[in-house]
């Protein structure tokens, strides 16, 4: 089992900053790759980015440029750095883990947490 807790959200005006946090714990040895996603109002759940265990990353095109996906490994820690926000970007913000248990692949979600970006 992993749980993941995100943390970091708020309001903040357009081209302002947040830094959204996930914390992994439980069986975070077995963790792979983790994706930031993302829900606006009225909208579908939409991928944002992804970060391998070796921190490769990717990234909506949408975002690229703007926000920031990094791992801490050691703290069982995935960071999203969202700069130049847009009133676009409000949503709520999830994280979801791939974790390897025996020979199947598992997806572990956080609760998420709300971004919202004023005009």
């Known amino acids: 089992q992993v749980q993941l807790v995100e943390s970091g959200g708020g309001l903040v005006q357009a081209g302002g900053s947040l830094r959204l946090s996930c914390a992994a714990s439980?069986?975070?040895?077995?963790?792979?790759?983790i994706t930031w996603y993302r829900q606006g109002p009225g909208k579908q759940r939409e991928w944002v980015a992804s970060i391998s265990t070796a921190g490769i990353a990717n990234y909506l095109d949408s975002v690229k440029g703007r926000f920031t996906i990094t791992r801490d490994n050691a703290k069982n820690m995935v960071y999203l750095q969202m700069n130049s926000l847009k009133p676009e970007d409000t949503a709520v913000y999830l994280c979801?883990?791939?974790?390897?248990?025996?020979?199947?692949?598992?997806?572990?979600w956080g609760q998420g947490t709300q971004v919202t970006v004023s005009p």
């Open positions: 439980g069986s975070t040895e077995r963790i792979n790759a």
């Open positions: 979801k883990a791939n974790v390897m248990n025996g020979p199947r692949w598992d997806e572990y």
